[in-house]
């Protein structure tokens, strides 16, 4: 299964965007990528998935360069209620399980 | 309102004893799933069920149990076996199992073992 490297923390303040980048050097050719998004005390909620290029959706951007080793999330314009922990998963094609790193914590500062 | 829904939010045992945690969805989904999460941790997987009356041992199996009679139900039962049962216990479902399908989570159960 592919590990997915991201950053422990990230500060930012309202009205900025937020680039989350996130490795994942070993993908297999028909892994996706997924983002979840999780609160304090709160189960996770899915973000954005993608296979390659670029998706989004009215939350977020998912920018996938052609080698796939690496993905960008993008949010535009945060706002306090941003503020949450951003899990990047490569989903395998060979097994239905879903594997969380520590992720990435963001904090929204006013 | 369609969802996941489990009870009890907070849960404490003693020592020793099995507890069960209950988990519901009426979102018509196949596949279900069991997390635990520790403090600053990911969720690590414990069980998956694709389908009623089957399911899988996830990562962290050891000292836990499920079933699936029902479509809308798996309970997961953290028994005297599991060491350190402390923690944030989440549930999941997806329409069907596999890569594509988003997973849908429950509000969690926060066990405390004393």
């Known amino acids: 299964l592919a590990k997915t490297t991201q950053p422990i923390s990230m500060d930012s303040y309202e009205g900025q965007e937020v680039n989350i980048t996130c490795s994942h050097n070993?993908?297999?050719?028909?892994?996706?990528i997924t983002w979840y998004q999780q609160f304090p005390s709160q189960g996770p909620r899915f973000i954005i998935q993608g296979y390659k290029t670029k998706v989004t959706n009215e939350v977020a951007s998912l920018f996938i360069p052609a080698d796939r080793k690496s993905s960008t999330l993008s949010l535009p314009r945060v706002s306090l209620s941003d503020t949450a922990v951003y899990y990047c998963?490569?989903?395998?094609?060979?097994?239905?399980?879903?594997?969380f790193g520590t992720g990435t914590r963001l904090q929204v500062f006013p | 309102d369609g969802g996941i829904t489990q009870s009890p939010k907070y849960l404490f045992r003693k020592e020793g004893q099995n507890v069960t945690l209950s988990c519901e969805q009426n979102l018509n989904h196949d596949a279900m799933y069991w997390y635990r999460q520790d403090p600053g941790q990911g969720l690590r997987l414990i069980y998956y069920?694709?389908?009623?009356?089957?399911?899988q041992k996830g990562d962290i199996a050891e000292g836990y149990s499920v079933s699936r009679e029902k479509k809308e139900s798996f309970p997961l039962t953290v028994t005297s076996a599991q060491k350190n049962p402390t923690a944030f216990y989440l549930c999941a479902s997806s329409l069907i199992a596999g890569r594509e399908n988003e997973q849908f989570f429950g509000p969690g159960t926060r066990l405390t073992v004393l």
């Open positions: 998963l490569v989903v395998s094609s060979s097994t239905d399980k879903l594997i």
């Open positions: 070993n993908i297999a050719t028909n892994d996706y």
């Open positions: 069920s694709q389908i009623v009356n089957d399911f």
